[in-house]
C-alpha cells in the first residue's frame, strides 16, 4: 500500500507563488508515475500535472508555463512549483500515484482533504 499527504497550500494573492508537497509512504518502490489533481468549488477534479519515470511530464494548458512538477529520485515525494498564480487556480489540490498500470487513488469518489489553494486580492 502506498500513503500520499499533501502539503504546502495557502492562501496568496495573484501573481504569487507556492511549492505544493505531497509525501508518500509505504510501498514506494513500485511507484512509476505520480500526478496532482486539483478540484475547485462545483467543478469536476481535474489532471493539473504529471511526472513518469523516464522522467517526462504533462500539464494542463491553463498551467503550462507557470507550474512545475517534480519529484524525488526515490519517488518518496512530488513537488508542484506553482508561479503566477490566478484566481482560477484556487482549488483543493491532491496528488496520486500510479503503482505498475493502477493509480491507487481512483477516478470517483473523496481523495481525502488534499490541500487548500486559495488565490485572491
Known amino acids: 500500500q502506498v500513503q500520499l499527504v499533501e502539503s504546502g497550500g495557502g492562501s496568496v494573492q495573484p501573481g504569487e507563488s507556492l511549492r505544493l508537497s505531497c509525501a508518500a509512504t509505504?510501498?514506494?518502490?513500485?511507484?512509476?508515475?505520480m500526478s496532482w489533481y486539483r478540484q475547485a468549488p462545483g467543478k469536476q477534479r481535474e489532471l493539473v500535472a504529471a511526472i513518469l519515470s523516464g522522467g517526462q511530464t504533462r500539464y494542463h494548458d491553463a498551467v503550462t508555463g507557470r507550474f512545475t512538477i517534480s519529484r524525488h529520485i526515490t519517488w518518496n515525494s512530488v513537488s508542484l512549483q506553482m508561479n503566477s498564480l490566478k484566481p482560477d487556480d484556487t482549488a483543493v489540490y491532491y496528488c496520486n500515484a500510479r503503482v505498475g498500470s493502477v493509480w491507487i487513488r481512483p477516478d470517483y469518489g473523496s481523495w481525502g482533504q488534499g490541500t487548500q489553494v486559495t488565490v485572491s486580492s
Open positions: 509505504g510501498r514506494i518502490g513500485s511507484i512509476n508515475a
